[in-house]
């Protein structure tokens, strides 16, 4: 009778230490007075309203318009010059990558302890959140496991801080096609799951799934070997149900692809994104657009990739890689396919999310206001996140205040003077 009272006090004591810890995260207070935002003028991703205001309680938007009720108390914040937008929406980057010129890839994956990835990590996630990305899709942890399951978790109970995040876990690839490859005698751990015919994708995904994977990612294909050139992994039946158990499970799957034929089976297969893209047709683009599946281009990977191998960016002709994804993006743009905005962010450094940005925009012909659409309400379309990606009343208070006016200079992105996260100011003006 003792004992089971006993119990019951270390159970209270144990529920109350839980309770006070979640009342004193050590990052994240919620607003406890309404905020009335009154910025030079409001993105609300869509179009530039000059004049508008934006009431926050809680951790939502309340209210976004000219001539605002104020509840009594609320708090007023003055953002003269700036421009407020939707907290920016990241749709590819790789939190346990940093960039491959301080350490190549390989290297990366095969002589770095987990430890020491998740610590550079949690300083990644910062600086993507201090860039004013206040949701990031991350798409694969590149051989350090579930590491970016725990990362989630740290930054939803406001251990460190960084952006919401939707996680892919450890990616799907066939065997024998991915990285790192050594010498032929040597089996080395990959940088992500192996997988093969219909049980074996079947289990993968649903092992991932079962870690906490939002978002399965498949490889479609990949350089078998050295100095090839990518061709098609998964069969379509294979790719079929890797859909197929992840939607049943709510889950999107995204495919990593730059061939016609990996494109072309990753889309009837019904993935939500392409990744990358590069060698895309206009013929399987406009599959693309019939199905409704948009393409994340990634053209600042690449652009780095290619000065990283020696491109003088400016001075020297484009490399051929470079040249094939111009000519592919003119091709996208031609069929009308929707667009995703992501970067592969971890090729180069984290926090310089927003290159995406200015290199669409300068080398790409696209326009500030279409990029920023695509990096607010369109991403939030995209990935199914109905609860962001627009300043709109009822919407997540995700925002961020930058001095002068994107939607007609995109490098005013990297003006960021004000983040709030869920109501939270995390970076202040
Ligand atoms: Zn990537």
Not at 80 to 98: A, D, N, R, V
Not at 245 to 250: C, I, K, L, P, V
Not at 269 to 278: K, L, P, R, S, Y
Not at 345 to 360: D, I, Q, S, T, Y
Request: charged content about 20%; overall charge neutral; aromatic content about 6%.
């Amino acid at each position: 009778m003792l004992s089971l009272f006993r119990n019951h006090v270390y159970r209270w004591l144990f529920l109350c230490s839980v309770l006070l810890g979640r009342a004193q995260p050590l990052l994240a207070q919620t607003a406890p007075t309404p905020t009335l935002l009154r910025p030079a003028a409001v993105f609300d991703g869509e179009t530039l309203h000059p004049g508008w205001q934006v009431l926050v309680e809680g951790d939502r938007i309340t209210a976004a318009g000219t001539n605002l009720p104020t509840p009594t108390g609320t708090r007023i914040l003055e953002l003269p010059g700036l421009t407020l937008l939707p907290g920016l929406i990241e749709g590819h980057s790789h939190l346990l990558l940093h960039p491959y010129n301080e350490t190549p890839w390989n290297d990366q994956v095969l002589l770095e302890p987990v430890a020491l990835r998740v610590a550079r990590a949690t300083v990644h996630a910062q600086r993507t959140l201090l860039a004013g990305f206040t949701t990031a899709r991350d798409l694969g942890t590149e051989g350090a496991d579930y590491a970016d399951v725990g990362i989630k978790q740290a930054i939803e109970q406001g251990i460190i801080p960084g952006p919401r995040l939707l996680i892919a876990t450890r990616a799907l690839v066939a065997t024998g096609s991915y990285g790192p490859k050594l010498s032929t005698d040597v089996t080395v751990p990959q940088g992500a799951q192996e997988a093969d015919g219909p049980e074996g994708v079947v289990r993968a995904v649903r092992e991932q799934i079962g870690h906490g994977a939002d978002i399965i990612k498949v490889y479609a294909d990949y350089r078998w070997g050295k100095g090839e050139p990518a061709r098609p992994t998964f069969s379509q039946e294979e790719l079929n149900l890797i859909v197929q158990t992840a939607n049943a499970a709510g889950r999107p799957v995204v495919a990593h692809s730059s061939t016609p034929e990996g494109m072309r089976r990753a889309v009837l297969a019904g993935v939500q994104t392409i990744e990358h893209g590069d060698g895309g047709t206009l013929e399987v683009f406009r599959l693309m657009k019939q199905r409704g599946v948009a393409l994340c281009p990634t053209v600042a990977a690449g652009d780095a990739i290619a000065q990283y191998q020696g491109w003088r960016k400016g001075q020297d002709a484009l490399p051929e890689r470079v040249q094939q994804k111009h000519e592919s993006m003119q091709a996208a743009l031609k069929s009308g396919v929707m667009l995703a905005f992501g970067g592969d962010v971890g090729v180069f450094p984290h926090g310089e999310n927003v290159r995406e940005a200015k290199l669409l925009v300068q080398d790409y012909g696209l326009t500030p206001l279409v990029v920023l659409r695509q990096a607010t309400s369109g991403n939030a379309r995209i990935f199914g996140l109905s609860d962001r990606g627009r300043i709109q009343s009822g919407l997540l208070a995700d925002l961020v205040a930058v001095a002068g006016d994107p939607t007609h200079d995109v490098s005013a992105l990297r003006q960021v003077r004000l983040v709030m996260k869920g109501g939270v100011i995390v970076k202040q003006p």
